[in-house]
């Protein structure tokens, strides 16, 4: 257990007490940022970052004194002697410009460095410093009145959003990446600076999966990718829990004996099962088949507990020892975040999302009374869109205080924050919600200790990406190499005609815009930019217009939008038509000619015509179904055949349904081995099908020919792959793949 010692940080906030070597200041971590003092360097997740000396210093100075203002006679006084001549404004300028571009900060929406006017500058993330002794303290600035605002999608559940993403097709993904709404009521200011500390030091590729802190505050229970682990917090003592091989938690929680505790645990392509396994001995045992999140009653006597596939889950109830288990709460159309207990082990409390398709998906946070079955709800997030789509984890405190988990605005879309709920007698919000937490990262998990002084959370970076494998027929000829290189949303749609660039959308200048990469080149090109977003760029069939979505208003009731072309030589765009949820849009390749959109609405999901000039055209085929928003489909390249599937569990091995549009001819494949089909598209010669399977932490991409043979052909480790898209050569795949970072930090309350 040396080395998994070595990697787990010390829990103490010791500041330095003279100017030794030990106890001087060696680093300063921020956001993916480190700051090296001794080497003189700054790294982001590792990799050295280019840096002027007196852009150096400034954030160097600014690192001393998060939240502070540093004026700008501070910041000559450091770059310049007093006998320096030099133009002072213009040089601290750019010195500050080019700061901002090493941290890909801006000066309007700053993350890092914001401007106060006539004064100077202030650092606006907390600041984690290592010193020579190895200890370990974490500056939080004070958030002056931040609204709560509203996250976007992100995987995380971090990877349950892609799942969900992908059986329902473009209309939830569009939900996913509304952004900068507000409660404009709920502005505040923390009153008091908890201590942050950071308790794990996991890299980028073997991040945290799952933790929580026990009852008694002593011991953190938590996995990553290499095992399942117990530390003692106040010291750092860490030893390994034994599973069986392969298996690994997703989500943990404590027994109020502080010893036991219950735990999701699944192995790649299947869904979780819930074992309640014993911190000193190790031993483990099942206890309930494809359930997730549990929460242990405050007495122990009961489990809370998620179970169902996406969009079809619900909140169920069972005795500690896995009997008499009970459907609390749930229906189809809904999806659930996290639960909690209250206090006094009467009611629980819980993130819930409802799909309708007249008013697109409405967030709460709801409170059910097990007495007598009341709900009620807590928090009303319908204008925050897809909060819950982050897990929107959520604890409930002994104090009565309700702790979740709210995301920010453009341009940090991708972050979210500990956030506090104050409830009276009657279990009802008083006061304005308080801000606990403002770093970068996604929270994905917390949990509390029986005192409620210590709060335990894992955060992390979602990294959603652009891949690119070569093919030789239906085999990967190497690993799959990432394409794009920022650390923004991306996604791939299509490929140009001669197959050596990939078009694909990306959020890094805070709303999504397509772009265009070529393999060989590091960086991509705007292909439609503009402040609106911009969603599924798909080619006609002869390549020479690009097809998208545009004018989107998923705030209206129901939600609309607008598919478009334009040349993709540049010109002026063309209104194909507007229409309310559409889920997909796609072409067949020349010299085939036919284009296909479809839209959900209540029962069904129709598929129409339309051609890229004239407009839309007749309808082609629906599916009728309680739950179509479960649908995926992909039009042949010669487009001859619909392939469609649905994405969900415990209903057996998943079937793809081909549709012959010639003849009208149908045949169905089943896909033995998965869970469920998460996302399907046509090989480049229509002879097969790319599928990737449903999974909350790992999953596979697979090869099906049309009698039903699959193979894996990727099986990506510590990542998951959401959806291949071949060029039209057949000699490459363009894939989305979903990576992240996390570790665990532990917030301890004044």
């Known amino acids: 257990m040396g080395s998994r010692t070595a990697r787990v940080l010390k829990s103490e906030s010791v500041p330095p007490s003279n100017g030794s070597a030990a106890e001087s200041p060696r680093a300063r971590r921020f956001g993916l940022f480190e700051l090296d003092l001794r080497a003189g360097e700054l790294r982001r997740s590792g990799i050295k970052v280019k840096l002027q000396e007196q852009p150096f210093q400034i954030l160097t100075l600014l690192l001393e004194r998060p939240g502070e203002v540093v004026t700008r006679e501070d910041l000559r006084n450091r770059l310049w002697p007093a006998d320096t001549f030099v133009d002072f404004d213009h040089s601290l300028n750019a010195a500050i410009k080019r700061l901002r571009d090493a941290l890909g900060d801006s000066a309007e929406n700053p993350t890092f460095v914001e401007t106060v006017a006539r004064r100077g500058y202030r650092f606006l993330a907390p600041v984690t410093t290592t010193f020579g002794d190895g200890a370990i303290t974490t500056a939080q600035p004070s958030s002056p009145d931040i609204p709560v605002a509203m996250p976007a999608a992100k995987p995380a559940r971090h990877f349950h959003l892609w799942s969900i993403a992908a059986a329902a097709g473009l209309a939830l993904i569009l939900f996913g990446i ?33 933790a929580a802190i026990s009852r008694d505050r002593r011991y953190l229970a938590f996995a990553d990718e290499t095992g399942f682990y117990l530390r003692q917090i106040d010291t750092g003592e860490t030893h390994s829990l034994a599973l069986p091989k392969n298996m690994r938690p997703d989500s943990i929680s404590w027994f109020p004996d502080s010893v036991h505790m219950i735990a999701a645990v699944s192995v790649p392509d299947q869904d979780s099962d819930l074992w309640e396994i014993s911190a000193l001995s190790g031993e483990s045992r099942r206890l309930f088949d494809h359930g997730r999140l549990p929460s242990v009653s405050p007495d122990g006597s009961q489990v809370a507990f998620v179970t169902g596939m996406s ?3 619900s909140v169920w109830i069972m005795g500690s020892d896995g009997s008499q288990a009970r ?129 335990i959370y ?113 010109g002026a765009p063309h209104r194909i038509v507007r229409a309310s949820w559409f889920s997909n849009q796609q072409c067949a390749r020349a010299p085939a000619t036919l284009c296909l959109y479809s839209v959900v609405g209540d029962g069904q999901l129709t598929l129409f015509r339309f051609d890229p000039t004239d407009g839309p055209g007749a309808q082609v085929y629906q599916i009728k179904d309680d739950l179509p928003e479960y649908y995926n489909w992909t039009l042949s390249p010669d487009g001859t055949m619909l392939a469609t599937a649905k994405s969900k569990a415990n209903e057996g091995s998943p079937q793809i349904h081909l549709i012959f549009l010639n003849s009208n001819a149908e045949k169905w494949l089943t896909v033995e081995g998965l869970p469920a089909v998460s996302a399907l ?55 989305h793949v979903t990576s992240s970072s996390a570790n665990v930090w532990m917030l301890e309350r004044q």
């Open 327 to 455: 459907k609390l709460v749930g229906k189809p159309g809904n999806f659930f975040g996290s639960v909690a207990w209250s206090p006094d082990g009467t009611t629980i409390a819980y993130t819930r999302g409802t799909f309708s398709h007249s008013w697109g998906v409405k967030g709460t946070i709801e409170l059910l009374n097990l007495h007598d079955g009341r709900v009620s709800g807590l928090l009303d997030l319908h204008d925050l869109g897809f909060f819950l789509f982050l897990q929107a984890p959520l604890a409930w405190a002994p104090d009565g205080h309700v702790i979740c988990s709210l995301g920010e605005p453009p341009p940090r879309q991708l972050d979210s924050n500990l956030w506090s709920l104050t409830l009276d007698d009657q279990k009802k919000i008083r006061g304005a919600p308080q801000r606990l937490t403002s770093d970068s990262g996604a929270v994905t998990s917390i949990s509390t200790s029986g005192d409620g002084q210590r709060i």
């Open 311 to 313: 969009m079809d889950e």
């Open 178 to 210: 509304k952004l900068g709404l507000s409660l404009a009521s709920h502005h505040t200011v923390v009153q008091a600076q908890p201590r942050i500390s950071r308790l794990t030091a996991n890299p980028a590729d073997d991040r945290v999966r799952a």
């Open 681 to 735: 598209d046509w090989a480049a010669d229509s002879r097969s099908l790319w599928v990737t399977s449903a999974g909350e932490q790992e999953n596979s991409l697979l090869n099906v020919d049309l009698q039903g043979r699959s193979r894996v052909v990727w099986r990506p480790s510590k990542m998951m792959v959401k959806w291949a898209i071949p060029s039209r050569d057949g000699r490459s795949l363009a894939l």
């Open 458 to 570: 894992v955060k992390g970076i979602p990294q959603p990406d652009v891949y690119v494998a070569k093919l030789d027929g239906r085999n990967l000829i190497s690993e799959p190499k990432r394409l794009t290189l920022d650390d923004r949303q991306d996604l791939p749609f299509d490929w140009t005609l001669d197959g050596h660039t990939v078009i694909f959308i990306s959020d890094r200048t805070g709303v999504f815009n397509a772009y265009r990469q070529d393999i060989d080149q590091p960086v991509p090109d705007v292909l439609i930019g503009g402040n609106r977003p911009i969603f599924t760029p798909r080619l006609s069939p002869d390549g020479t217009q690009i097809i998208y979505l545009a004018d989107t208003d998923w705030t209206g009731k129901p939600p609309s939008a607008t598919l478009m072309s334009m040349p993709i030589a540049g």
